[in-house]
């Protein structure tokens, strides 16, 4: 007897293969665990990291890199633990955004104090909180 998925189980399943586990949540939202990246298309390279359990949650995010090229941090290994202990070519990071309105550029603030952290093995994130680090800012200015 040859057996069909309901959509239902289809969609359950591409969501599971896309849903980024935060084991400790994101700061401020400690019950939130589950998110997915879903490109922003009316403004890229901006994604939303979206939250699957809470469709009022999520947040605007851009890869460290696009926004600031000369972006360096340190991270103590054992910060890194609890998102499977990456080495360095093995993660992405990120930047969320405050937004301002304005539709012909893309501008706001960035926390660059507080990078995201995502595994790209396990599929595991966590927002760094950057010690002792004066050199960025919670909230820099930027403009695309």
């Not at 910060?79 to 301002?100: A, M, R, T």
Request: charged fraction near 30%; include cysteine; charge should be negative.
């Amino acid at each position: 007897m040859n057996t069909t998925e309901s959509n239902d189980e289809l969609f359950e399943k591409e969501l599971q293969d896309k849903t980024i586990l935060f084991p400790l949540g994101i700061p401020g939202f400690p019950t939130h665990h589950r998110f997915i990246l879903v490109q922003n298309t009316e403004k890229p390279p901006l994604l939303w990291l979206q939250s699957v359990d809470d469709a009022k949650l999520g947040f605007a995010i851009i890869e460290a890199f696009r926004l600031k090229k000369d972006y360096e941090f340190e991270i103590e290994e054992t910060d890194l633990i609890s998102i499977g202990s990456p080495k360095e070519k093995e993660y992405l990071v990120y930047f969320i955004l405050c937004l301002h309105s304005d539709p012909d550029k893309i501008k706001g603030e960035a926390n660059l104090q507080a990078p995201i952290i995502i595994n790209l093995k396990n599929k595991l994130g966590r927002q760094m909180i950057i010690r002792n680090d004066t050199q960025y800012s919670e909230s820099e200015s930027f403009e695309i």
